[in-house]
């Protein structure tokens, strides 16, 4: 069994995937074809922004947004506590703080609770510039940008939305990548939406910001490649992923993001009375990144996660240690309380999930979780 069957659906979308491939070969154009640019106009247009650039990775799309927002040394940033490394190595490596902020225990993404008291105590020190909010959609669930909105417009802080998890997700039809001041993706294999190496994208309607991550994509390049007018990145997305990514863009459109939701809610269905399923808020729509399960405890987990290996299921477990006792920011000022993520790390357990499964797999795996 795979957690995520990356090779059930290549077979299932084999043929357009080699037609677009070799189309790719046939025309040699492997940096910057003609299907960069369609791709990046169908993602912009999917999401409802005016701007996307593709660019090597979800990282790199992250470091593009913070060089645009000018973020830098003395800046702090308002990053969730319980996620992947990199939405914080990233304002680390700009030299700006990060502010470690707590996530709401039943979402999992950022509580905007902690992080007006985050804000207020940064603020009240004195000590640093608060300068942005990256929120991140965690396992496929937009962040409650409602909410983090009105902070930020209070604070006069910006926001970058981390939809590296979350594409195709959306609050009240408004789908995310669209939700910051810049948001950004990333097309590693096992996102919602995969490309076969590492890709990633950046959305904003702001035109300068546009203008600006375009020169600092391709070495701070000005009128044209060798007029290069600031330090920047390599950092593109080559042809032959944004030719894959075309193809698997459409099938995720048709019928991928219903499958998930569809095994999601068959999940919730069977193991809701046993387990503390995933809350989906009324007018949110996930793309189910991952199924995460909140266990009793650390030892529960370990138990469960013996069990199901032993029967030939694999599990994840997003994420063991939360940002702030990670080794890389040990002894990093805390603000405020981040107990909701210190409990997540010890009693989380993710079951496969993607748009490939079907009720024989979903009833071997809920038959052993029960």
Known sequence: MQFIDLKRQYEVLKDEIDASVADVLNDAHYIGGKEVGELSADLAKYAGVKHCLTCANGTDALTLALRCLDVKEGDAVFVPDFTFFATAEVVALEKATNVFVDVNERTFNMSPES??????????????????????????????????????D????????????????????????SFGDISTTSFFPAKPLGCYGDGGAVFTDNDEYFALMQSLAVHGKGADKYDNVRIGYNSRLDTIQAA?????????????LDKRNEFAKYYTEKL???????????????????????LNSNEERQRIQSLMKDRGIPTMVYYPIPMHMETAFKGLKLYVSLLNSEKLSKTVMSIPMHPYLNKEIQNEIIGVLM
């Open 115 to 152: 992080l007006e008291e985050a804000v207020k105590t940064v603020i009240k020190e004195g000590k640093l510039n608060p300068k942005a909010i990256i929120a991140v959609d965690l396992f496929g669930q937009p962040a409650d940008f409602i909410s983090i909105r009105k902070i930020a």
């Open 154 to 177: 209070k604070y006069n802080l910006k926001v970058i939305e981390d939809g590296a998890q979350g594409f195709g997700g959306s609050i009240n039809g408004k789908r995310a990548c």
């Open 244 to 256: 894959i990514l075309k193809v698997k863009l459409k099938a995720f459109v048709e019928y991928e």
């Open 272 to 294: 809701k009375e046993k387990y503390l399923t995933p809350v989906v808020p009324e007018t949110f729509l996930s793309s189910w990144a991952q199924y995460t399960l909140i």
